[in-house]
């Protein structure tokens, strides 16, 4: 499997991949914002082979002033893989509970640490057993991986390079975040309201079907270009800690634009300095 292959594979697929003499890598990556822990979920029951990897602790930072969801310390990230069993240039497939968002943040994390062949199991778990495919309780022991973790391969924006985008007339800067959240009159998480001043929204209910999947790229390319973006911008997403909106960026990427770039500090980030300049209301507000 190629470096540029599709980023989703579905759950038939994936049964044919799994009963090949060397099969992809498996990872659980379930989580929640709030409420029980994923690994919970995990010990329930997962896909057969499948090892549990910790969203907040191994795929991210520890938060601060860098956001909630910051990008992991290289070192530990390339030991959490390493012990999940992932190997230098064997595919990965990760999945989550089913709305793609920690698959997707996962997916991302991977990309841009070097590990190009990883795709996200669309419908995730639910999908899987919707299928009726078997699951276990079992929890493997996988032999340690030689993955090596070289960052950069994905864009990212920090807190500046987020605020120029949003500024910028050749580019667009999407808040994937609820309308409320983004027009400043709900804030349920961080200690201010509003947005990046200049920001376009796009919800990510926009971008996915009723039941979380991704709709068709054509779709896709439509509901982003009502929300500004166009061959000639450049392009980048923000959320409140950076899963949603690198959930955003995949969804770009199926569209086309493999070029888009995550700002993982996103509105945790934002906030966290006073002195940057908040904008409210339905409109982006340079």
């Given at each position: 499997m190629s470096g540029t292959q599709e980023p989703l594979v579905e759950v038939d697929r994936l049964v044919a991949e799994l009963d090949q003499v060397d099969p992809p890598t498996l990872l659980d990556v379930r989580w929640r914002l709030v409420g029980p822990p994923g690994r919970d979920d995990y010990l329930a029951g997962h896909l057969p082979g499948a090892v549990f990897v910790d969203l907040d602790t191994a795929l991210c930072g520890v938060p601060g002033a860098g956001g909630r969801h910051p990008l992991p310390d290289p070192t530990a990230l390339q030991a959490a893989l390493r012990a999940a069993g992932v190997r230098a240039g064997h595919p990965v497939v990760v999945y989550d509970g089913g709305d793609g968002m920690a698959a997707a943040r996962a997916?991302?994390?991977?990309?841009?640490?070097?590990?190009?062949?990883?795709?996200?199991?669309?419908?995730?778990?639910?999908?899987?057993?919707?299928?009726?495919?078997?699951?276990?309780?079992?929890?493997?022991?996988?032999?340690?991986?030689?993955?090596?973790?070289?960052?950069?391969?994905?864009?990212?924006?920090?807190?500046?390079?987020?605020?120029?985008?949003?500024?910028?007339?050749?580019?667009?800067?999407?808040?994937?975040?609820?309308?409320?959240?983004?027009?400043?009159?709900?804030?349920?998480?961080?200690?201010?309201?509003?947005?990046?001043?200049?920001?376009?929204?796009?919800?990510?209910?926009?971008?996915?079907?009723?039941?979380?999947?991704?709709?068709?790229?054509?779709?896709?390319?439509?509901?982003?270009?009502?929300?500004?973006?166009?061959?000639?911008?450049?392009?980048?997403?923000?959320?409140?800690?950076?899963?949603?909106?690198?959930?955003?960026?995949?969804?770009?990427?199926?569209?086309?634009?493999?070029?888009?770039?995550?700002?993982?500090?996103?509105?945790?980030?934002?906030?966290?300095?006073?002195?940057?300049p908040v904008a409210s209301g339905s409109t982006p507000g340079r």
């Open positions: 997916w991302w994390t991977l990309r841009w640490a070097g590990h190009r062949p990883v795709r996200l199991l669309h419908g995730g778990y639910p999908a899987w057993v919707a299928a009726g495919r078997p699951v276990s309780t079992d929890a493997p022991a996988p032999p340690p991986g030689d993955v090596v973790v070289r960052p950069g391969d994905l864009p990212v924006l920090d807190a500046g390079q987020a605020a120029a985008l949003a500024a910028a007339d050749d580019a667009v800067l999407l808040d994937v975040r609820a309308a409320p959240r983004y027009r400043g009159e709900v804030e349920p998480i961080d200690p201010v309201a509003g947005h990046v001043p200049g920001a376009a929204n796009l919800p990510a209910g926009e971008y996915v079907g009723p039941d979380g999947r991704f709709l068709a790229a054509d779709v896709l390319s439509e509901r982003f270009a009502a929300a500004g973006v166009t061959e000639v911008r450049a392009v980048g997403a923000y959320c409140g800690s950076g899963v949603t909106a690198a959930h955003a960026v995949l969804a770009l990427h199926l569209a086309g634009r493999t070029d888009a770039a995550l700002y993982v500090g996103s509105w945790s980030n934002w906030v966290a300095d006073s002195a940057r």
